[in-house]
T-cell receptor, first 112, second 114 residues
Framework: AQSVAQPEDQVNVAEGNPLTVKCTYSVSGNPYLFWYVQYPNRGLQFLLKYITGDNLVKGSYGFEAEFNKSQTSFHLKKPSALVSDSALYFCAVRGYGQNFVFGPGTRLSVLP | DGGITQSPKYLFRKEGQNVTLSCEQNLNHDAMYWYRQDPGQGLRLIYYSQIVNDFQKGDIAEGYSVSREKKESFPLTVTSAQKNPTAFYLC?????????????FGQGTRLTVV
């Protein structure tokens, strides 16, 4: 069975500092991994995905994520956080022929 | 504009009433999904459909029903059998090429029982 863990409910970071939001997964076969962001009372917006190839994936708004097969992780990163990055972040996995499975979400607060 | 449209944005339901949430997409996607979001619980899959006139139950289908008569439309009915329907409901769609494409989401409908 597929599963996604986001071990931190909340991440606080100062504006201008680098940020990391953690994600680990479990899936049979090759994983297809995604990050989404959600602002209050809105739908999820797609940030980036890993399908195959380079382990470092670049996405929207300066976000990137690093796929680590041995650690079954797909952590979201940004070199310099903005106050406007404050939101709820979801990691998702999809195995071949399977549905999306979402993590519980991590709330990111960027402090000015 | 291409995308997914959910309506209404806010919906209030009386006890014992059925209500229907609308979801329309013009992305020509084959697959459509309904998720329920509760605080601190992430997204839980209610129903999904990979093709017109076919759909499958997700993890929490009890008290809900769907139809898929057109590729563009995937309405969700919250029946009176759903005992705790107050939640944020999200519709999504994707190209049915497993593992390749991301899901696109609508803006959500917040349902409240009054």
């Amino acid at each position: 069975a597929q599963s996604v863990a986001q071990p931190e409910d909340q991440v606080n970071v100062a504006e201008g500092n680098p940020l990391t939001v953690k994600c680990t997964y479990s899936v049979s076969g090759n994983p297809y991994l995604f990050w989404y962001v959600q602002y209050p009372n809105r739908g999820l917006q797609f940030l980036l995905k890993y399908i195959t190839g380079d382990n470092l994936v670049k996405g929207s708004y300066g976000f990137e994520a690093e796929f680590n097969k041995s650690q079954t992780s797909f952590h979201l990163k940004k070199p310099s956080a903005l106050v406007s990055d404050s939101a709820l972040y979801f990691c998702a996995v999809r195995g071949y022929g399977q549905n999306f499975v979402f993590g519980p979400g991590t709330r990111l607060s960027v402090l000015p | 504009d291409g995308g997914i449209t959910q309506s209404p944005k806010y919906l209030f339901r009386k006890e014992g009433q059925n209500v229907t949430l609308s979801c329309e997409q013009n992305l020509n996607h084959d697959a459509m999904y309904w998720y329920r979001q509760d605080p601190g619980q992430g997204l839980r899959l209610i129903y999904y459909s990979q093709i017109v006139n076919d759909f499958q139950k997700g993890d929490i289908a009890e008290g809900y029903s769907v139809s898929r008569e057109k590729k563009e439309s995937f309405p969700l009915t919250v029946t009176s059998a759903q005992k705790n329907p107050t939640a944020f409901y999200l519709c999504a769609s994707s190209i049915e090429a497993p593992g390749v494409t991301e899901a696109f989401f609508g803006q959500g409908t917040r349902l409240t029982v009054v």
